[in-house]
C-alpha cells in the first residue's frame, strides 16, 4: 500500500488545531508559535503570569511528539545546570560528558530574566549555532530544536533583563493576554476534572517538523517584498525615536517568519499582508526607544506600527489627498 503524502500545509494546520484543545481563544499566539517552530526560530513570550506561557510549550511539545525539559531560572543557577558538566566516572577511569536539560529537543527557559547574565548567555550558542560547548568539546543540539522563554514584564525585583544579543536570538516576542470572560468560563469548564494536557497527544513526528521547516524555505518571495521587508527593517533604525535599530538578523527572522506564515495560511509564495503581520513580534524587541519617547508612554509596539504607516507596501495604490 503506497503511504499517501501529506501536505505541509495540513501538517502545520494539525499542530495548531491541537495546541488549541489547551489553549482555549488563543488562535493568534498559537499560529505564531507554530511559526517560529517551522521557521527554525525561537520565541519569547512575555506576559502575565497565569496566562498560559508553560502550557503553550507542553502542548506544542506533545503535539510534534517531541522531547521536553524545562529548566526554572533563578539567580542562583549556574551556566553547567543548564548545559551539562564533565566528570570522571571511576568505574571506568575516564571521563564523561553528563548532558543538561538543554540536549532536547523543545526547552522551557522559564522566567529567563531571573538568571544572571552569565547563565543568560550559556544559551546563546545553543540558540544560535544549535549546538554547546563544554570542556572545549562541541555537541550537536537534536533535530529539531526549539527554545520557548517567559519573562514576567510586570516584575522586576530580582531580575535581570534580557540583553540586546540574547533578544536578538528569538525569532519572535508574543503576548498571550487574558481570556474574555466567555473563554475563561471554557477554561473552567474543561479542566473540572482533569487538565487537556493530560490527554493530548501527537498529531506529528519530530521528522515532520524537520520537513516542514525545509518546505518553508521553498516558499517563494518576491523581489519586491524583500525590498519591502529591507526598507521596514531600515526604518526602524532612522526612525526620530529609534536609539537602536533592527539589525539585518532582524530582516532575516522576518523574512523566514513570512514564508511560514504563508504555508501556514495554504500559500507557496509570500505576500506585504504576511510581512505586516509578523512586523512587530519579529522586530519590537529588537529596537530600542530613546529614553525622551520611553517617558511619553510610547513602547516598541506601538512603534513598530508607527514605522509601518512610513513604508509604502509594494502593489498598493498612492493616497490621494
Do not use: W
Not at 482555549?24 to 517551522?38: C, D, H, P, Y
Not at 503581520?277 to 513598530?304: E, G, N, T, V, W
Amino acid at each position: 500500500m503506497t503511504k499517501t503524502t501529506v501536505p505541509p500545509q495540513e501538517l502545520a494546520a494539525r499542530i495548531v488545531r491541537n495546541v488549541e484543545k489547551v489553549m482555549v481563544g488563543k488562535t493568534e499566539a498559537v499560529n505564531l508559535a507554530v511559526i517560529a517552530l517551522i521557521s527554525q526560530g525561537h520565541l519569547l513570550i512575555e506576559d502575565a503570569p497565569g496566562v498560559g506561557k508553560t502550557m503553550l510549550a507542553r502542548s506544542l511539545a506533545r503535539s510534534i511528539n517531541g522531547s521536553f525539559k524545562r529548566i526554572q531560572f533563578t539567580p542562583d543557577i549556574l551556566p553547567g545546570d543548564i548545559t551539562g558538566v564533565t566528570v570522571y566516572n571511576q568505574k571506568t577511569a575516564d571521563f564523561e560528558f553528563r548532558p543538561g536539560p538543554i540536549m532536547t529537543q523543545v526547552l522551557l527557559a522559564d522566567e529567563i530574566n531571573r538568571a544572571t547574565p552569565k547563565v543568560q548567555s550559556a544559551l546563546l550558542e545553543a540558540m544560535g549555532e544549535r549546538q554547546i560547548t563544554v570542556d572545549g568539546v562541541t555537541r550537536a543540539m537534536p533535530a529539531p530544536f526549539h527554545v520557548l522563554a517567559t519573562q514576567n514584564p510586570l516584575e522586576y525585583e530580582g531580575t535581570f533583563p534580557l540583553p540586546e544579543a540574547q533578544l536578538d536570538r528569538f525569532l519572535l516576542r508574543i503576548h498571550i493576554g487574558y481570556p474574555t470572560p466567555e473563554e475563561e468560563m471554557a477554561i473552567i469548564e474543561r479542566q473540572r476534572y482533569v487538565h487537556p494536557i493530560e490527554e493530548l497527544d501527537h498529531v506529528v513526528d519530530a521528522a515532520d517538523v524537520l520537513k516542514l521547516q525545509e518546505a518553508v524555505r521553498q516558499v517563494y518571495v518576491d523581489d519586491l517584498v524583500k525590498q519591502y521587508i529591507v526598507a521596514l527593517v531600515a526604518a526602524t533604525r532612522h526612525h526620530p525615536s529609534a536609539f537602536l535599530g533592527a539589525s539585518p538578523r532582524g530582516s532575516l527572522a522576518l523574512f523566514r517568519a513570512a514564508q511560514a506564515r504563508a504555508l501556514l495560511e495554504g500559500r507557496d509564495f509570500v505576500l506585504p499582508d504576511d510581512v505586516k503581520a509578523l512586523a512587530a513580534p519579529a522586530l519590537a524587541h529588537r529596537c530600542l526607544i530613546s529614553a525622551h519617547d520611553q517617558s511619553s508612554a510610547q513602547d516598541s509596539r506601538a512603534f513598530i506600527a508607527e514605522v509601518l504607516e512610513t513604508v509604502p507596501v509594494p502593489g498598493a495604490l498612492p493616497d490621494r489627498k
